[in-house]
């Protein structure tokens, strides 16, 4: 019988992925050939995602086969980039899902913000908002402007590396969970958990012209486990973050302040949108912003195509 090991998926690239093992080194390993014919359909993981827990046996000649992978507690899933069908699993088995924007430089985008809120409001993560590069603008500003999402219930931190403005807080924020870091690119994810975690020597970009073209620092997710028993996982930066599998009926549910309004509606399966005697539509301009609501406007008839086209292609 071959030992074996338990571990978490730290990295992967090309069918190679590190994996942390128990006793505190980080090996690499492949998946077990048994394992990735499995069928998509039938209830087994067989697309693997940084976070995920296996296990690994040595194979021969001394190399590591991963043998089996454990259900994941929770994930981090968009739906698969480029008009594509299909889901994408960012990180498995996180707490939390940091979303990270700069005040300027590129300019906070909250449209996108609320896209990762849902996408982490569905997957049932908690979610909290870092805006770093505060010291472009003045926290004041910042404040102003994130306030819809703290009323919401978010948790805002005002940070900037550059100025060690907030890193405190965030570093408690972080400690002793699981918590994956999302935003776009060029907003300093990767400068922010170097400079919470020195040591951890991620590679930071020229925000230059880099980010208008697309180009990445962070090419793929990659989780460090902290000694207090927690992980943070660093994405690349997003460019579009569509959702994927959510019934349009659950998406009001994700905007945390719609929440008091949901069921007060005269029609028992108002969409919110257009309705007469809709609660949601009436608290627009007092506990729900416009840009908020607008934001469910859009997702919604988003999700409402999409259900469409999967219900006429029969795919999921
Ligand atoms: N002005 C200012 N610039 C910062 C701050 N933090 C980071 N930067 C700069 O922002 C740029 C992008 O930083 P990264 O950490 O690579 O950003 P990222 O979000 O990891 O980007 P991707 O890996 O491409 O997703 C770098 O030039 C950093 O030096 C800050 O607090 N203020
Ligand atoms: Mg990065
Ligand atoms: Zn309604």
Redesign the pocket.
């Known amino acids: 019988m071959s030992l074996t090991h338990a571990g978490r998926i730290v990295e992967g690239t090309g069918g190679q992925w590190r994996v942390h093992t128990e006793s505190g080194d980080t090996v690499v390993a492949s998946m077990r050939g048994r394992l990735k014919q499995g069928r998509e359909d039938d209830g087994g993981i067989h697309k693997l995602a940084v976070g995920d827990r296996v296990t690994i046996e040595e194979a021969d000649g001394g190399s590591w086969a991963i043998s089996a992978i454990a259900a994941r507690g929770s994930v981090l899933a968009r739906r698969e980039p480029g008009g594509r069908h299909g889901e994408r699993v960012l990180a498995a088995n996180v707490d939390q899902v940091v979303c990270?924007f700069a005040a300027a430089?590129p300019d906070p985008h909250e449209r996108m913000l609320d896209r990762f809120l849902v996408i982490a409001e569905a997957n049932e993560l908690h979610a909290r908002v870092v805006v770093?590069?505060v010291?472009?603008v003045g926290e004041e500003v910042v404040r102003a402007r994130f306030k819809p999402y703290a009323d919401a219930g978010y948790p805002v931190h005002c940070v900037?590396?550059?100025?060690k403005i907030g890193l405190d807080e965030v570093h408690e924020a972080l400690a002793a969970r699981a918590s994956v870091v999302t935003?776009p690119?060029?907003?300093?994810?990767?400068?922010?958990l170097n400079a919470m975690y020195p040591g951890l020597d991620l590679r930071?970009?020229?925000?230059s012209e880099s980010v208008n073209k697309g180009r990445?620092?962070?090419v793929g997710a990659f989780l460090h486990p902290l000694p207090d028993g927690g992980a943070i996982i660093d994405t690349?930066?997003l460019r579009e973050v569509g959702l994927w599998g959510l019934p349009p009926e659950n998406l009001g549910a994700c905007f945390p302040e719609f929440r008091a309004a949901l069921g007060l509606c005269r029609f028992a399966d108002c969409v919110h949108v257009a309705e007469p005697g809709c609660s949601v539509q009436a608290a627009v301009g007092t506990s729900v912003t416009r840009a908020r609501f607008e934001s469910y406007a859009h997702l919604h008839a988003e999700l409402v195509k999409d259900a469409a086209a999967r219900g006429a292609t029969g795919r999921r």
Request: aromatic fraction near 0%.
């Open positions: 990270v430089h770093n590069k010291e472009l900037s590396v550059k100025a935003g690119s060029g907003v300093g994810k990767s400068s922010l930071v970009g020229e925000v990445h620092t962070t690349p930066g």
